[in-house]
Structures are given as structure tokens and as C-alpha cells.
């Protein structure tokens, strides 16, 4: 449980196979009912490089309570296009956060966009978080 001023840190971790075509959300949690949660890091980490010719990006969003629709982003897309900005395999790469606080009942959902094909293998998300008022709370 975590309290105002707390240094309770917590990690959540996992694995998705290859999301496939282009255009999936990925629904990775719930933030408690009771409480807000503060991210104070993210990393995604892919098995396959990201190679020439492929583009694709995987964004940390915020879908509110009803989780149904995009609110807000967490942190923008990690990965680019065919010619730049592409993930390195077995290489974690962090994300900038751009709003971690999330509201008592938020899902944080995974975007994914491919632009053009790439096979992932296996994609890992890292998610370092505090409950109760975080840093930027």
C-alpha cells in the first residue's frame, strides 16, 4: 500500500508475443480504485531490431476510467521509420514521460502503429510506479 510521501516503488512487467497488424491497443493495466498512481519510468524492450524498411512505434497511453477511448498520453511512441529512430533488439529503450500521473481507475494501455511490416518476436514493457501521490502529483 502506498502512502503520500511514500518511496513504496513497484515494477510492473510483461510480455506480449508480436502484436501483428498495425493498430492495436494493448490494455497492460488497472490503476487501484482507490488510489492515483505516479509512473517514474518506462522502458519497452524488443527481441527483433527493428530493421531496414520497417516502421512502427509503441506509445503509453492513458484511457481514463471507462477504457474505452484514448485521454491522454503517458509517453510518446518509442521506435520510428524505415529510415530513423529504430528499435535496437534486446536493448531497452526508455521512454519520455510526458504526463505519468494517472487518476484512481485509469487503464494504461500499449499502442501500437506498424507502418510497414516488422515481426517483434516477443516485446517487453517496463513500467516503474509509486502509489498514492506521486512526484508530479
Known amino acids: 500500500m502506498g502512502y503520500i510521501g511514500s518511496e513504496d516503488t513497484k515494477v510492473f512487467t510483461t510480455v ?4 501483428g497488424a498495425d493498430d492495436k491497443q494493448i490494455h497492460l493495466f488497472r490503476v487501484p480504485a482507490n488510489q492515483p498512481l505516479e509512473i517514474i519510468s518506462a ?3 524488443v527481441q527483433n531490431a527493428q530493421g531496414s524498411g520497417s ?3 509503441f506509445e503509453l497511453q492513458d484511457w481514463g ?3 474505452t477511448a484514448i485521454e491522454g498520453t503517458i509517453a510518446a511512441g518509442i521506435g520510428g521509420t524505415a529510415a530513423a529512430a529504430r528499435i535496437s533488439a534486446s536493448t531497452p529503450a526508455a521512454y519520455v514521460l510526458t504526463d505519468g500521473t494517472l487518476d484512481a481507475g485509469d487503464w494504461v494501455v500499449l499502442d501500437y502503429q506498424e507502418d510497414t511490416a516488422w515481426v517483434e518476436q516477443h516485446v517487453t514493457v517496463i513500467v516503474e510506479y509509486r502509489l498514492g501521490f506521486g512526484a508530479n502529483a
Open 55 to 57: 516502421a512502427g512505434t
Open 43 to 45: 522502458a519497452l524492450v
Open 16 to 19: 506480449i508475443t508480436d502484436p
Open 65 to 67: 476510467t471507462s477504457g
